[in-house]
């Protein structure tokens, strides 16, 4: 058995089967990998794939087992890469990969990886943005270090999921509008008008969804985006009225617009920090989670890593932080 021959297994689960994209993710031949998977089985004495002639259609169950244990191999074979970058005095090739929303990248996250960059000149930053799904994804297919997102999206047990912050939204609208001339807003004042909101995870519960629901109340939601700023936008075209998260309005750049706090009739939504169970982490990523979660110590992170299945959690909503933000 080798390495290149779990890879290539891998390559392939993450590619929908297709033995042709694995090729080029893994940059060979689409013969090369079908060679290797054959002796493998060969070696095995199983089938780790299902076939329809000479397409594969499934993954049997042993070969369900054989390829999470794989991902579990050259992950530790990833691991003591960067175990053995670290020890090199001066290196230049130490890497932050991140994975997360169009809100925290932009506002969020800034400040945390200058400061981060000011202790590691040598280090690079890679950021993706996304979907939550697709943030997911990259952190299951080890494309990144970390993923960053917000809500209660169940996920599966290879990963850890910390949590770092809480914020609330804000209901924003033209200086114009009606509802800038109520004191107090409450959701049946909100919802009387068409909403701009993030993307709905199809995964995920609605907050906003759920709050109206008990309210008995019926929000017409008549656009949707990933980027706070193309709701502001949209906002500002009289299309309806935004829900953003609170630290995505600028009031020096958004005076022609008035934030709302929804703190009295939204729950709070927290931002979650995940990684893959087991992972190695140099200095400066261990640093990263310091100034990005500063109630996590290093001591706790390595708890985390290392433990079969354990979520910091916190029954008191006050004992995270809430993000600074700017709220009428």
């Known amino acids: ?155 599966s047990t290879e990963f850890i999921k910390v949590p770092c912050y809480q914020w609330d939204r804000l209901v924003v609208f033209p200086v114009e509008h009606p509802l800038g001339d109520l004191t107090k807003l409450n959701l049946k004042d909100v919802v009387k008008y068409p909403l701009i909101t993030y993307n709905m995870n199809v995964k995920q519960s609605s907050s906003l969804m759920a709050a109206a629901q008990q309210e008995k109340l019926q929000p017409n939601v008549v656009f949707t985006a990933a980027d706070a700023d193309v709701i502001k936008t949209y906002v500002r075209s009289g299309l309806g009225v935004g829900i953003i998260a609170s630290m995505a309005f600028e009031p020096k750049k958004d005076r022609d617009l008035i934030g709302y706090s929804t703190a009295q009739f939204l729950p709070k939504s927290t931002t979650w920090l995940v990684f893959k169970k087991g992972a190695f982490f140099p200095s400066y990523m261990k640093e990263f989670v310091q100034i990005f979660a500063p109630h996590v110590d290093h001591e706790m992170l390595t708890s985390l890593q290392n433990t079969q299945r354990k979520e910091l959690q916190h029954n008191d909503e006050e004992a995270l932080p809430m993000h600074n933000s700017w709220q009428v």
């Open 1 to 155: 058995m080798k390495l290149q021959q779990l890879k290539y297994l891998v390559a392939i689960a993450e590619n929908n089967l297709s033995i042709t994209h694995a090729a080029e993710k893994v940059y060979t031949s689409q013969p090369g990998i079908s060679k290797q998977l054959r002796l493998l089985e060969e070696e095995l004495n199983l089938k780790i794939f299902i076939r329809n002639g000479k397409q594969l259609a499934g993954i049997t169950p042993a070969g369900e087992e054989i390829i999470g244990r794989a991902r579990n191999i050259l992950q530790e074979v990833s691991n003591i890469k960067r175990l053995s970058r670290e020890q090199e005095p001066g290196s230049n090739n130490i890497t932050l990969s991140l994975a997360t929303t169009q809100t925290q990248a932009k506002y969020v996250l800034p400040s945390a990886l200058s400061q981060l960059q000011k202790k590691y000149k040598n280090l690079k930053i890679e950021l993706e943005q996304g979907s939550t799904e697709q943030i997911i994804e990259l952190l299951t297919k080890d494309k990144v270090d970390f993923a960053i997102i917000s809500g209660n999206l169940e996920l």
